[in-house]
């Protein structure tokens, strides 16, 4: 039996329906189903919440993982990255107000309002730029407007959000997308399951 973490919702439906395209299984979940581990023949899903995909995939919880590239660069498990699935695609970025320019860079202690605080020290910390890290689970961009920090370092998709709130990107970081995730163990003992999987992941990314 082969094992799945999946991040709740539409990600979630995403790749079941790659695997039904796949013919390995025939699951779909509706927005009332509030069950947490579905079962369809060789596979088992666990639907959790997408930064805590990781978590199970490295223990050995579950054999693979789908997950966004900003949770595991921030979660920073001991995983293996197997399949970039192209969709999902965005930029974890450094923003800031549009009249600020470049200042930033001038500053000696860098206040960076983010939800990636790891990601955000890892950045800075490579460039030894000193910073302030302000931890925020959501509305990242009111950081600078509101002048509690001099930058954000966030996810930017189509852009709306910051040309809504006088912000503008400075510096893109990483580029981002969804993964397919595996366990390091299960790499070897599943070795002819998982490839299955990758192969058919691969046709349909290719699509
Ligand atoms: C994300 C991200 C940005 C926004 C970017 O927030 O943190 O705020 O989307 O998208 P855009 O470039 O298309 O405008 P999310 O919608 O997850 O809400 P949050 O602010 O509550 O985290």
């Not at 013919?23 to 009332?32: E, H, V």
């Not at 660069?73 to 970039?84: A, F, P």
């Not at 995730?181 to 990314?205: C, P, R």
């Amino acid at each position: 039996m082969l094992t799945f973490a999946l991040s709740k919702g539409r990600l979630a439906n995403k790749i079941l329906d790659m695997l039904r395209k796949m013919n390995l299984c025939d699951i779909t979940i509706d927005d009332d189903d509030r069950r947490l581990v579905i079962e369809a023949g060789d596979y088992r899903f666990f639907l959790a919440k997408p930064s805590d995909v990781p978590t199970f995939v490295d223990l050995g919880v579950a054999d693979l993982g789908v997950v966004g590239k900003d949770t595991i660069l921030e979660e920073n498990r001991d995983i293996t990255q197997v399949l970039d699935l192209g969709f999902g695609k965005c930029r974890m970025c450094v923003c800031g107000k549009v009249e600020d320019g470049m200042s930033y860079k001038l500053k000696n202690n860098l206040r960076v309002a983010t939800k990636y605080p790891h990601i955000a020290k890892a950045y800075f910390d490579s460039i030894n730029q000193n910073t302030t890290i302000i931890k925020l689970n959501g509305s990242v961009e009111l950081g600078p407007v509101v002048g509690m920090s001099d930058v954000i370092v966030d996810i930017v998709e189509s852009g709306r959000t910051l040309k809504e709130n006088g912000l503008e990107v400075k510096e893109v970081i990483h580029e981002l997308s969804a993964r397919l995730v595996a366990n390091n163990a299960s790499l070897k003992t599943k070795y002819d399951e998982i490839s299955e999987i990758i192969k058919g992941f691969k046709e349909l990314v290719k699509e």
